[in-house]
C-alpha cells in the first residue's frame, strides 16, 4: 500500500524547483486506491500553468517513482 512518507519524499524532490519559482506544495492525503491530494501553495496557488504542474510535474515524477499512484490531484 502507498504510504504517505513515500509520496513525501518524491514531493521533497520536486519542491526545490516549485521554491524556485515561489511555489511550493503540500500533501494533503493519500487514499487507498492511489489518488494523491495535493495542496498547491505560493506562487503556484494561482498559475495558469499549475494543472501542467501538477500533471506533467508532480503527477509525472510521483508515477515514475512509485507505480501505485494512480493521479494527483490538487485540493484548496
Same mark, same amino acid.
Given at each position: 500500500?502507498?504510504?504517505?512518507?513515500?509520496?513525501?519524499?518524491?514531493?521533497?524532490?520536486?519542491? /526545490?524547483?516549485?521554491?524556485?519559482?515561489? +511555489?511550493?506544495?503540500?500533501?494533503?492525503?493519500?487514499?487507498?486506491?492511489? &489518488?494523491? !491530494? =495535493?495542496?498547491?501553495?505560493?506562487?503556484?496557488?494561482?498559475?495558469?500553468? /499549475?494543472?501542467?504542474?501538477?500533471?506533467? +510535474?508532480?503527477?509525472?515524477?510521483?508515477?515514475?517513482?512509485?507505480?501505485? &499512484?494512480? !493521479? =494527483?490531484?490538487?485540493?484548496?
Amino acid at each position: 500500500m502507498l504510504q504517505e512518507q513515500q509520496v513525501n519524499e518524491v514531493l521533497q524532490q520536486v519542491r /526545490a524547483n516549485l521554491q524556485a519559482h515561489g +511555489g511550493d506544495v503540500e500533501l494533503v492525503a493519500v487514499s487507498e486506491d492511489g &489518488v494523491v !491530494s =495535493v495542496r498547491l501553495q505560493g506562487a503556484c496557488k494561482g498559475c495558469p500553468m /499549475a494543472q501542467q504542474t501538477l500533471k506533467m +510535474g508532480i503527477e509525472a515524477a510521483l508515477k515514475e517513482q512509485l507505480p501505485e &499512484v494512480q !493521479s =494527483v490531484q490538487a485540493v484548496d
